[in-house]
Nanobody
Framework: QVQLVESGGGLVQAGGSLRLSCTIS????????MGWYRQAPGKQRELVAR??????DYADSVKGRFTISEGPSMNMVYLQMNSLKPEDTAIYYC???????????WGQGTQVTVSS
């Protein structure tokens, strides 16, 4: 059983920065992928970034601005967001994909609002 608790969301001005944190309880396999998704009003939930054994992948819309990283023992996953734009406004969800069992764990979501 894996639980994800997110923090760091909030309101920020365009051009500013925000750092999201996801605290993961339970042991996570090195084979598990961690990621951040987001869903804006009226839009499909989309992958923002993921990391697996140090390898990262980003949505084109955030490349060069966002950075995903993981903490010791994969207990934490972070999303550093720089040069934020109003279109980044969304609910952001932390995700763990357990590759061995092909199952997902999700956080509760945290609101990120970027004002123009």
């Amino acid at each position: 059983q894996v639980q994800l608790v997110e923090s760091g969301g909030g309101l920020v001005q365009a051009g500013g920065s925000l750092r999201l944190s996801c605290t993961i309880s339970g042991s996570i396999s090195i084979h598990a992928a961690m990621g951040w998704y987001r869903q804006a009003p009226g839009k499909q939930r989309e992958l923002v970034a993921r990391i697996l054994r140090g390898n990262t992948d980003y949505a084109d819309s955030v490349k060069g601005r966002f950075t995903i990283s993981e903490g010791p023992s994969m207990n934490m996953v972070y999303l550093q967001m720089n040069s934020l734009k109003p279109e980044d406004t969304a609910i952001y969800y932390c995700n763990v994909y357990h590759t061995l069992t092909r199952s997902n764990s999700w956080g509760q979501g945290t609101q990120v609002t970027v004002s123009s």
